[in-house]
């Protein structure tokens, strides 16, 4: 961590200390956290249905961000202190520590994403991860007489807590989104998958696509891509190619995202009136 920075000092309720030696312990806690939540990770592929784990994730990356945000402020204190001395700027010490600045403020919101879109699938399920296996715990008890019973229950909680997070998957994967857009993307698949009676799956790739072939956000991609899942949904036709073959379809014709809509409708009551399903009706344009 040293580098360049070694000869900067910083003060702190009076004293005078060296930055690097003001920012060990903070970054001994962060190497320790990642280590423990690369572990935790790994163990989660093997049981990706075991609270306990989960519950210990979330902790990691709390305690993480936590750690990374007071490395931030030491940082960014001695950076304040650094200008007010009048020392020179455009040496390589400052640059040095603009660098790590920089460095560790893309770490914090990486951790931060990671958090969001760990609890974003959480609470998609009505319940925050904090409660997770306490309310699973206290459910089971009352309900059910043997603790198999309470893994019963623990089980089928996170396989929709898996469902969500596939969906989320798949919105990355087709749109490479990251940082907040990623986050609108997710909360765009949490409303519509909350509105229609469909997979987390479906909700993502009708989000990924309709926004990578449209682009579309907000309530213009809800609706949109609401109308592609009920469209396959009605003509038993595949969502995927369905969102793409519309798009090329449209663009034959000159026309766009606004446009959809009636030719989705158009191309259903052609399928219905004449019994030619709708992939035979888009491959015959």
Do not use: C, H, W
Not at 71 to 89: H, I, M, N, P, T
Not at 129 to 156: I, Y
Not at 196 to 203: G, N, Q
Not at 212 to 229: A, H, K, V
């Amino acid at each position: 961590m040293a580098g360049n920075i070694k000869g900067i000092t910083l003060e702190i309720n009076g004293s005078t200390t060296k930055l690097v030696d003001a920012l060990k312990a903070p970054i001994k806690q962060s190497k320790e956290l990642q280590s423990s939540l690369k572990n935790v990770n790994a163990a989660l592929k093997l049981d990706p249905k075991n609270v306990d784990l989960l519950n210990q994730k979330q902790q990691l990356l709390s305690k993480s961000i936590g750690s990374t945000k007071e490395e931030l402020a030491l940082l960014k204190e001695a950076q304040k202190q650094y200008v007010a001395s009048g020392k020179d700027l455009t040496g390589t010490e400052y640059t040095e520590l603009e660098r790590k600045i920089a460095v560790t403020q893309r770490t914090l919101e990486n951790l931060e994403n990671q958090q969001n879109n760990f609890n974003g699938s959480v609470q998609a399920m009505g319940m925050k991860l904090s409660e997770f296996g306490e309310k699973t715990e206290k459910v089971g008890t009352a309900m059910l007489p043997v603790t198999a019973g309470v893994s019963a229950l623990a089980a089928g909680s996170v396989a929709a807590f898996n469902e969500i997070d596939e969906g989320y998957d798949l919105i990355i994967t087709k749109t490479g989104a990251t940082g907040e857009a990623a986050e609108s993307l997710q909360k765009s698949m949490d409303s519509v998958f909350g509105s229609l009676p469909t997979s987390a799956a479906d909700a993502g790739i009708a989000i990924g696509e309709v926004n990578t072939r449209f682009g579309l956000t907000g309530d213009s991609l809800e609706q949109l891509s609401s109308q592609f899942i009920q469209f396959a949904q009605i003509n038993e036709t595949d969502l995927n190619g369905a969102i793409g073959s519309v798009n090329k379809n449209l663009q034959i014709f000159g026309l766009g995202a606004e446009d959809a809509q009636g030719y989705l409708g158009l191309l259903t009551t052609q399928a219905q009136a004449t019994g030619i399903s709708v992939d035979d009706l888009m491959n015959s344009v």
